[in-house]
């Protein structure tokens, strides 16, 4: 189990946020604090990338991206840079089109293909999702395709993709949730991404509480943004938010499973 790097804490010792009460913390921050997105999706990319790395043996590994157009694909972007940045062979498979990311997603697009223009990105599409050799040669998968604002069944391509990644044997790491996983009753999709590992940010979400979403949650694990605990408590007043979270946290329950390869 990768999860004796990081201190750890049960999955139902903290409250758990819905998607809306997520959205109203992230959106508080932005606009009361000094800590402007793309600092804030920069610590998220780094976080990811600080588990993922538990996730494969490789030196240099060979890591396959599966981004979305909204900012969980920027934090996958980013996390693509640090991995670059350490040597690994990174490929991106784009889940939208360019001109449907995010500003700041294309911005940091532009930035790593200007970095690193030896990394091959490439657009999904409904008639090439059963060509992809890259996914069977890399060592790890980062699921950046849908964040907390995603609900209801997947559609084409996302369904078929998804059912190519959890055919493969890589380890495959999700941010916010995995891809399919319905993050206010975790209850899963037809298909979800059966990730090994998820980091997601700042609380655990309140569908993770559901036993059937252990099971594609696989090992859990809570990054801390650095989202202030004041504006926390502001959206869940009922509860009282812990002011001494470290900066990755693994939440075990008692059911946990790990799809480790």
Known sequence: MQSISFPAEALDALPPVTAAQMRTIHRKMLKVSRIPLHQMLERAGYLVYRVSACYTSAIFPRVMILLGKGFT???ALLTAKCFANTGARVWLLMTAPRHKLKKVSREQL???????PEIPVHQVIRDTTN??????ECDIIIDGMLGVGAHGTLREPL???VNLVNDVAVPTVSIELPTGLQPDNGEPSS???LASATVTFTLPKKGFLNPRAHSYLGELYLANIGVCPKIIDQVIAEESYPRNLPEIMYLHTKNSFSRNT
Request: glycine fraction near 4%; charged fraction near 15%.
């Open 73 to 75: 694909g920027t934090t």
């Open 110 to 116: 532009s930035i790593l293909t200007e970095w690193y």
């Open 131 to 136: 060509r992809l050799p890259e996914m069977t």
């Open 159 to 161: 369904s078929t993709l």
């Open 191 to 193: 298909p979800t991404i």
